[in-house]
């Protein structure tokens, strides 16, 4: 498989990366925190202004028509800043699932409306599970000619800076997925560990919904609908274990011990080179998981990213010695994020445990 990037994917990671060196850096993002996580100048950049969230959304819904690798992309450079921005929740995960399980008019609509830079969340009750629909379903009614949604979600990521919210339900004896608009929802903002990617409980009381699926689907079709939703995470994390690398590195260039910089002792030097055959092992499976979309390549690469970024980041604290810990400087974000991220989808040890059965079968 060709891992080499096109000119056009190699200009838009630069420019990304470029943007966010200017509008995500540590000033800001302290700003973020105090806006409650979210930078709306940033957001209304890239989600409006550069159509970020388009880019894997289909033409005839607005979109740019692009796919994974292109998203990928986008996504680690999100996370190589900590962007308090909700991209991975309205680009990655919102817009994948509604093109893969919405239907008509009311499908395309929601696209043409993320693609256009309105934030979305996804109000699914298995989050922090390796099966997507664990736990209480949500219920939807007919209510004359609609639906009506009833649930209590513990914890929906990015749900304070969302238009709308998908719910996937139980409905007609099957599973369908619907949209709720926001002031039909109450969101109770929770204290979580991730200052740049916050969450709340949402609660539905008979909400009224749009029903955006034309038959039902199976828990199996949600599963598969959240894939590119799993890598967009694994970018996620790459990107976020590069960025307390690159911390790292300008620390240690910098601190000076025994009359010379850190930077120059060997031991040093083999931590941080450690780091970056890790991170780079783990891009280059994202990047193959983004051309192929299977299942075990995905799970795989959320295993080596979640690995990658923990070890990051408790290695940026390490290195930079008493202050890594302190509120002043950026290494705790990065041991958050990666706290915060870690069982999204089911931790590592479930993962591998996926991979192994898929492979060994009964030996495992």
Known sequence: MDLQLSPDQIFMRDEARRLLAERSGSEQLRRAIGAGGFDAALWSTIGGELAWCAVAVPEEAGGLGLGAPELALLAEECGRRLAPVPFW??????APLVAALGAGEAGAALLGRIAAGEAAACAWPGIGGADPLCGTIPVARRAGGGWTVSATIAAVLDASSAAFFLVPASADGGLGLFAVERPAAAVEPLEGIDLMRPAARLVLDGAAASRIDSAGFSARDFDDALMTARLAEAAEQVGAAQGALDL????VAER????????????????????????????????????????????????????????????????HG????????????????????AAVFGSTDEKLAIIADALLGDAA
């Open 248 to 251: 790292t590195l300008a620390y």
């Open 256 to 319: 000076v011990q025994f009359g010379r910089t850190i930077a120059s002792f060997q031991a040093v030097k083999h931590r941080c080179a450690a780091l970056l055959v890790e991170i780079s092992e783990a891009r280059s499976l994202v990047h193959g998981a983004a051309r192929s979309l299977d299942p075990l390549e995905v799970a795989a690469a959320g295993v080596l990213a979640t690995q990658a970024l923990f070890r990051a980041a408790e290695e940026a604290i390490q290195l």
């Open 322 to 341: 008493g202050v890594g810990n302190t509120w002043e400087y950026d290494p705790h974000l990065y041991l958050r994020r990666a706290q915060a991220t």
């Open 89 to 94: 929740s309205s680009a990655c995960l919102a």
